[in-house]
């Protein structure tokens, strides 16, 4: 079970400062070349995520759960957010 939180966990982290260093280098370029480089750098994260998950789930060294719940997780934790923290989402 520890493998597969450590793996995904650390595939999450990564996954997150890798779409920050995008959109941080976007800001500095053109619109369309932004929103190239914004899509292609989605692309290749969710490749990423893709692959760790094939490989937690196919290894058995890994706990298919564990593997997948922290790849998942920041994504939900997002879309749900504004249901539970309503003040600061009000304009």
């Not at 650390?10 to 976007?26: E, R, S, W, Y």
């Amino acid at each position: 079970m520890l493998l597969g939180n450590l793996l995904s966990g650390a595939v999450a982290v990564l996954n997150f400062f890798l779409m920050g260093l995008t959109v941080q280098n976007a800001l500095s370029k053109e619109e369309k070349d932004a929103k190239t480089a914004m899509k292609v750098s989605q692309l290749y994260r969710n490749l990423l995520l893709l692959a760790v998950a094939v490989l937690g789930l196919t290894l058995s060294c890994f706990n298919s759960w564990t593997t997948l719940i922290p790849l998942f997780f920041p994504r939900v934790a997002i879309a749900f957010r504004p249901l539970f923290d309503k003040k600061s989402f009000k304009r």
